[in-house]
């Protein structure tokens, strides 16, 4: 299966299955694009005739397309199908904690899954005996895994940062008699981050997550206090003082894009002209009846966006003034192994959020659905049915994924956000998937431009 494409003067054919790419002239890309679907003597007869060139230049080509066939590079076969499911039963011990230190936010975000970060249910702030459960469960069911994750989330986790503090002290406590190594994560909306909370971070948390959309009237339309003033003035020179504290690195900026600003592309360059780096942007997930909801034909001027943005990044990148945007991280070389690249993100079965009373769920954006409630810090996981659910999520339990270019990036999408379009896990949200495609190509076109561009 491949996938070949043009962005920004560059042909581009993805092997799908072995994941190699291959940029190529235009007698090659349209070989390619006909090799298994004309016979060959029709195909020499059209190249020649279209881009006047000899039948030996032709059969030349033919040549190297049969070399890459013949080593993997091009036209492979899926082998991982008939090991899907058997992939996800390595997925059998817990490596990371989504801790939801506080039920409670100073934001009131009008986009906010979490209800203003109280989850459907009452404001809590986690104790730190039950925050010491939870990362006494992970370690003991972390099997021989070494290395553990746990990302302290809310609402807004600054509001409990004391629990925060004694918990990241346990969890050093316990690396050298278990052998484990903790990698701690902070998400905040930067409300009330001070030089406390940065010195600490950045002596403890590998990375850290700072909320903001963007342009000031992008942000402060969406991201309010309790009393509806916008907290772009207040947040934006305490992020660049905390990334200036850190060295500018390990950080992301994370903001979401609505219906009110589908020129993104204009929020993402904003970031970065403030200084930020490190940047990340997420289309809104919503009610369709929701004046924010992103809507099917919002795709053409999405789509564009993409490409605006990635053409700007090159651009950038050349005057050396880049920047790193998420989504188009991609690693062509090594990049996450097959077992990840097939079976996802290990929501459910890798991967668990702990809310303040310490009930387990596949992960934050379950917290405060009954129906996928795994069990407690008390009790362990009991409800194995749910689990069970989640192990059947892989790239082929989605049929739309059997001719998608981009499943072994997306790994078939986010749980959550297909339970929440559909009704299903292992549905599709179709909107995302369409949105991912063209970031995948975007992303593959820089790496093409970064090894064949020009300079200037």
Known sequence: MIHAYKLNGYNIVLDVNSGCVHVVDEVAFDIICDYDKKPKEEIIKE????????????????????????????FTEDKFKALAREFKKRQSVIKALCLHVAHDCNLACKYCFACEGEYHGPKGLMSYEVGKMALDYLIDHSGTRKNLEVDFF?????????????????????????????????????????????DFCNKEMSNVVLSLDGRKEV???MRVNRGGAGSYDTIVPKF??????????????????????????????HMADLGFKEISIE???AEPSAP??????????????YEVLAKEMIKRRKSGNGF????????????????????????????????????FYPCHQFVGNPEFLLGNVYDGVTNTSVCDQFKECNIYSHEECDNCFARMYCSGG?????????????????LGCELHKKRIECAIMLKADEAFGEEG
């Open 47 to 74: 190249i020649t005739a279209k881009h006047g060139v000899m039948a030996d230049d032709v059969l030349s080509v033919f040549k190297d397309i049969e070399t890459l066939k013949a080593e993997g590079k091009l």
């Open 240 to 269: 660049q003082k905390f990334i200036e504290k850190r060295g500018g690195n390990d950080y992301y900026i994370r903001g979401t894009y609505t219906r009110f600003n589908k020129d993104f592309a204009a929020d993402i360059l």
């Open 219 to 221: 942000n402060d339309r």
């Open 292 to 305: 924010y909801a992103l809507r099917q034909e919002d795709l053409p001027e999405l789509l564009a966006q």
């Open 414 to 430: 986010c749980a959550a956000n297909a339970y929440n379009s559909t009704g299903s896990v292992t549905g599709v949200y179709k």
């Open 154 to 198: 809310g609402g807004e986790p600054s509001l409990n940062f004391e629990v925060v503090k004694r918990l990241v002290a346990y969890g050093r406590s316990r690396e050298n008699d278990t052998g484990k190594n903790f990698r701690f994560t902070y998400t905040t909306n930067g409300i009330i981050l001070n030089d406390e909370i940065m």
């Open 283 to 285: 289309p809104v997930v």
């Open 324 to 359: 790193t945007f998420y989504h188009y991280m991609i690693d062509l070389d090594g990049g996450p192994c097959v077992v990840k690249r097939v079976s996802g993100c290990g929501v459910g079965t890798e991967y668990m959020a702990v809310t303040p009373e310490g009930d």
